[in-house]
């Protein structure tokens, strides 16, 4: 005999909605509230600067050619307009330091003792170069 009850059966659930919620919410707080080490495990000395001497900017080489292609080192006029000579007067002025250097071309100048310049500065291996211009009138 096989009896059949009236009343159906209930399915029982558990709704995990607010324990999640929960677990949120205390993964949230302790998150927050937890403070990181900032010091480090190894223990070191670190160097101290000093502040009696501060750094000067070198002063920069200004290279001129006027219109007939002549090079002025620092306002002075250099006896030959050839490579070698001016290849020497940078060489005398640098003594081994590497220091800036504007080069100031003429517009009318000849391209030739820009090049000539530029190459110059190159060969001696100067890495701070700049060339100098101005803007057109309006």
Avoid at 42 to 49: H, Q, R, T, V
Avoid at 111 to 133: E, H, Y
């Amino acid at each position: 005999m096989k009896f059949i009850s009236a009343t159906p059966v209930e399915e029982v659930n558990i709704n995990l909605t607010p324990l999640i919620d929960v677990v949120f919410l205390l993964l949230i707080f302790f998150m927050v509230s937890t403070t990181f080490d900032t010091t480090s495990q190894l223990k070191i000395k670190l160097p101290e600067a000093s502040q009696d001497e501060a750094i000067k900017p070198k002063q920069p080489l200004y290279l001129v050619i006027n219109m007939e292609g002549k090079f002025f080192l620092n306002s002075r006029e250099l006896s030959s307009q050839k490579s070698e000579a001016l290849s020497l007067a940078l060489q005398r002025v640098l003594d081994g330091s590497d220091r800036p250097i504007v080069i100031q071309s003429d517009a009318e100048s000849p391209v030739q003792s820009l090049v000539t310049a530029m190459d110059v500065v190159a060969r001696l291996g100067l890495t701070q170069v700049s060339i100098a211009t101005t803007r057109p009138l309006e």
